[in-house]
C-alpha cells in the first residue's frame, strides 16, 4: 500500500521556523520527483516546492523562495521541507506529493498555523 | 512563469446533467517528447487531492467514466457527463510540462449542486 505520512506541522509565532517530514513507502521513492503543495484556508492549491529525484534540480514559488528549503533522504524514503521566518501568510494544510509522472500519490497534509 | 486560468470560479449543476470546466495556460503544454503534461485533480472537502485526468485525456484508475478531459496545445477541458451528488468539490487544472521551474495549478473551479 502506498503512503505519504506528513508530519512537523503545529502553531508557531512569525519569524520562528518549522521543519516538515513526508515519509513514503509503497512505492520507489528514489526514482521520482516529489513536491510540497499547501492549501491556503479557503483558497486554492498552490505549489510550494520540488525537487527531483536526485536533488539535482530544486525550485520554489516566488513566495517561499530564500525562506524555504527543500530536501529528501532516499535512504530513508523522506522529504523535507524546511521553513525559516514563517509569516502567517505561510498558514496552510502542506501537503507532500509524487511527481505527476505516473501514478498519482498524496498525503493528508500536515497544517502549518504562524500566529502571534 | 506558467500562468494557469480556470473557468468558471464557482459552477452549480443539477444532478444528473453535464457540466465543463476551461482552463487555459498562458504557454503551449506540449513538451518536446510529444506529450502534454496537463493534469486534472478532484479536491473533496476534508480529503487529499485526486487526479482524475492525466496527459489530457487519460483517466487515473478508478475515475468513472462520466469523467473526460480534452484539448490540445494551451486550451483544456474537463466534462463531467452527469453529475452526481459525489462530484462536488473544487477542480483543478495543473500542468507539470514546465517542471522544472514548477508546477503550476489553475484557480479552481467549485462544483456544487443546485
Known amino acids: 500500500e502506498v503512503q505519504l505520512v506528513e508530519s512537523g506541522g503545529g502553531l508557531v509565532q512569525p519569524g520562528r521556523s518549522l521543519r516538515l517530514s513526508c515519509a513514503a513507502s509503497?512505492?520507489?521513492?528514489?526514482?521520482?520527483?516529489m513536491h510540497w503543495v499547501r492549501q491556503v484556508p479557503g483558497k486554492g492549491l498552490q505549489w510550494v516546492s520540488g525537487i527531483t529525484w536526485n536533488s539535482g534540480s530544486i525550485t520554489y514559488a516566488d513566495s517561499v523562495k530564500g525562506r524555504f528549503t527543500i530536501s529528501r533522504d532516499n535512504a530513508k524514503n523522506s522529504l523535507y521541507l524546511q521553513m525559516n521566518s514563517l509569516r502567517v501568510e505561510d498558514t496552510a494544510l502542506y501537503y507532500c506529493?509524487?511527481?505527476?509522472?505516473?501514478?498519482?500519490?498524496w498525503g493528508q497534509g500536515t497544517l502549518v498555523n504562524v500566529s502571534s | 512563469d506558467v500562468v494557469m486560468t480556470q473557468s468558471p470560479l464557482s459552477l452549480p449543476v443539477t444532478l444528473g446533467q453535464p457540466a465543463s470546466i476551461s482552463c487555459t495556460s498562458s504557454?503551449?503544454?506540449?513538451?518536446?517528447?510529444?506529450?502534454?503534461?496537463l493534469n486534472w485533480f478532484q479536491h473533496r472537502p476534508g480529503q487529499s487531492p485526486r487526479r482524475l485526468i492525466y496527459k489530457v485525456s487519460n483517466r487515473d484508475s478508478g475515475v468513472p467514466d462520466r469523467f473526460s478531459g480534452s484539448g490540445s496545445g494551451t486550451d483544456f477541458t474537463l466534462k463531467i457527463s452527469r453529475v452526481e451528488a459525489e462530484d462536488v468539490g473544487v477542480y483543478y487544472c495543473?500542468?507539470?510540462?514546465?517542471?522544472?521551474?514548477?508546477?503550476?495549478f489553475g484557480g479552481g473551479t467549485k462544483v456544487e449542486i443546485k
Open positions: 506529493t509524487k511527481d505527476l509522472e505516473g501514478p498519482s500519490y
Open positions: 504557454q503551449s503544454l506540449l513538451y518536446s517528447d510529444g506529450n502534454t503534461y
Open positions: 509503497g512505492f520507489a521513492f528514489d526514482k521520482y520527483a
Open positions: 495543473v500542468q507539470g510540462t514546465h517542471w522544472p521551474p514548477g508546477l503550476t
